[in-house]
């Protein structure tokens, strides 16, 4: 009986410390989202991408769009629900698509929105990854 309570006690304090392995948050959220895809015609690569990544405080998202020429990639927290994600991308001189956007998950996809603006972004593979 003593053994049993000293290993529940153990698990009980590994699983709530701040040095223990946290549980990963789940969700559907949680993947690759793009829309970005090659034009032959122009050699222009277009759309936007996000990989929405579990922490244990908070979630991040990897964020990049193009309008010809992609942008660099961005590390942003978000603020996350199993099927929602939320984040602002700055102003800089180095994105094309600054704005506070909206995801959420649809059966085509992530519903991703920006002010007036609205995408789906399919659930796949990233576009680098081909």
Not at 9 to 36: D, E, K
Request: aromatic share 8%.
């Amino acid at each position: 009986m003593r053994l049993a309570a000293a290993i529940l006690l153990i698990v009980a304090t590994t699983a709530i410390s701040p040095q223990g392995t946290p549980t990963l948050r789940r969700g559907l959220i949680f993947t690759t989202w793009s829309s970005m895809d090659y034009v032959t015609e122009s050699g222009d690569v277009i759309g936007t991408e996000i990989t929405v990544v579990p922490q244990y405080l908070t979630a991040y998202v990897i964020f990049q769009c193009t309008e010809g020429a992609p942008s660099s990639p961005i590390l942003l927290p978000a603020k996350t629900t199993a099927t929602s994600v939320d984040f602002t991308v700055p102003e800089s001189p180095d994105q094309l698509c600054p704005g506070h956007y909206v995801g959420n998950v649809t059966p085509k996809g992530l519903a991703l929105t920006m002010g007036t603006s609205h995408e789906i972004l399919p659930r796949r593979k990233s576009y680098w990854a081909h």
